[in-house]
């Protein structure tokens, strides 16, 4: 039996999970939480479809908590096998794991104080010390390793240039005199990015899984540096605040790395910096631990010290110090997690400054549909946070520019790269229109039979 079933990401950009049948093996690939919308938020808490006691193993791309954040539910509910990953996503999962369970904690009992919640009482959906867990499974693999899960089966890590300690996968199968190679992008980075390395290519693939988030757009081409600058500037003038929803990992250190190139430069003056997530404080400094994962434009910088440890970057790390920023009143810049809005600190810092139109909001990321990020982005005027209503009249940025997603482009650049082309390619982590534009984007350039496939769908490969 050789099958696929996709668990999630499967016509939206979340909750990725690929479950594969192969040589008497079950393995997840990617275990994702379900982030958004309320309604993809309840997949969390429905069982999950197949008993997690019989998964041989999981195989992770990389750290975020779309595609990890549901390991500690899935041991809870009977998991005992190993989970891989590069060390990097170790080192990460080791911080943004308990994290996740110690936010979700926190959540649910606001939500019990201030009685919004629909469920009574409101409950988290694993705690902190359940997530801790989870590093109990972790098997680490280093990048171009082969790792034997079976006799005839077996994967290996290539670079995905998303975030730190990103992964591609390529699996092997050697049954029957040939081999049969299945691979997965997980998010599939850019190249000639600061900070890590580009994404590898992949020179064969019998069955390939393509990351699909921005396949039905091009990033804009912005000169980032004097983009940063012009709203810092813009901030300076008002007197007010610069507000930048970030993922702790990945984005938030993109952020800093630009921030630290316009200080050298003198373009804009030395303001506080607030990292305020006391996960993406510390993921900094797994960032300056990695060395071998630097690019040359971020190893130019670390010469002396970690580019991204700068003397104006104030870390913010207690509730009391964070809570104490609503009183800040000079100009300023506040880095906060969740990127998404999906909680955390910066919903906080929302609800404070986004009714005073002298702050600025910029999302540096993705916002899913249905999410608070999504309709902030759109022009939304009012919005709920925390079961309260908050008028909008903040300036609502996005920068598309520094997203750590490959655009239409970009994939159809990696995709001719490919040798040969995969039998079969099936589209995921994306929302419908994107995926159908990049479907018939690359109908015209190969021969595959490229695949939009459903929430839970199961296929069968040869």
């Known amino acids: 039996m050789f099958t696929l079933q996709f668990l999630g990401a499967a016509q939206t950009v979340t909750g990725s999970r690929f479950l594969l049948h192969i040589d008497g093996k079950r393995l997840l690939i990617d275990c994702g939480l379900f982030q958004g919308g309320r309604a993809l938020k309840e997949r969390n808490w429905e069982p999950f479809p197949t008993p997690p006691a019989d998964l041989d193993g999981v ?21 005992g096998g190993p989970v891989y990953c590069t060390p990097a996503t170790a080192d990460l999962l080791s911080l943004l794991l308990p994290d996740s369970g110690y936010l979700q904690e926190r959540d649910a009992a606001f939500a019990n104080k201030k ?18 867990e989870v590093l109990k499974h972790l098997k680490t693999v280093p990048y171009h390793q082969m790792s034997r899960l079976s006799d005839n089966l077996s994967f290996e890590y290539l670079h995905a240039g998303h975030i730190l300690g990103s992964a591609m996968i390529r699996l092997s199968y050697k049954g029957k005199g040939a081999e049969t190679l299945l691979c997965s992008t997980g998010d599939l980075g850019r ?8 994404p590898e290519t992949i020179d064969r693939a019998d069955y390939l899984l393509l990351e699909s988030t921005y396949g039905d757009r091009v990033h804009e081409k912005h000169d980032i540096l004097s983009y940063f600058q012009t709203l810092i500037q813009q ?9 930048i929803p970030a993922f702790a990992v990945g984005r938030s250190q993109n952020v800093l790395y630009y921030l630290r190139q316009l200080e050298e430069a003198g373009r804009i003056p030395v303001l506080p910096i607030f990292l305020d997530s006391p996960m993406a404080v510390r993921a900094v400094s797994v960032y300056c631990d990695h060395l071998d994962e630097h690019d040359f434009e971020m190893k130019s910088l670390t010469a002396e010290a970690c580019v991204l440890e700068t003397g104006s970057v104030r870390m ?9 920023l609503n009183q800040f009143k000079e100009p300023c810049v ?32 993705y916002q899913p549909q249905g999410s608070l990020g999504r309709l902030l982005s759109e022009g939304k005027k009012e919005v709920k946070i925390h079961g309260k209503r908050i008028a909008v009249k903040a300036r609502i940025e996005s920068l598309h520019g520094l997203s750590a997603h490959a655009d239409s482009e970009e994939i159809l650049e ?14 995921i982590h994306g929302e419908p229109e994107a995926q159908e534009s990049l479907k018939g984007k690359l109908e015209k350039v190969i021969s595959s039979k490229i695949e939009i496939p459903e929430y839970l769908e199961e296929v069968e490969l040869s």
């Open 414 to 427: 990696w995709m001719s790269r490919l040798k040969h082309p995969p039998s079969r390619i099936f589209l």
């Open 191 to 198: 190249s000639r990015q600061p900070v890590i390395k580009d």
């Open 235 to 243: 901030v300076v003038q008002s007197g007010g605040s610069l507000i």
């Open 59 to 79: 195989i992770l791309t990389h750290a975020h908590i779309d595609h990890s954040g549901y390991l500690p539910r899935l041991i809870k509910e009977g998991f």
């Open 334 to 365: 506040i880095i906060s997690a969740s990127g998404n809005l999906a909680g955390g600190r910066i919903l906080h810092h929302l609800k404070s400054r986004l009714s005073d139109s002298r702050n600025t909001v910029l999302f540096v990321g």
């Open 115 to 132: 009685k919004y919640s629909r469920h009574h009482p409101a409950l988290p959906l694993y705690t902190e010390a359940e997530a801790r």
């Open 316 to 324: 913010v790390k207690t509730t009391e110090e964070s809570k104490a």
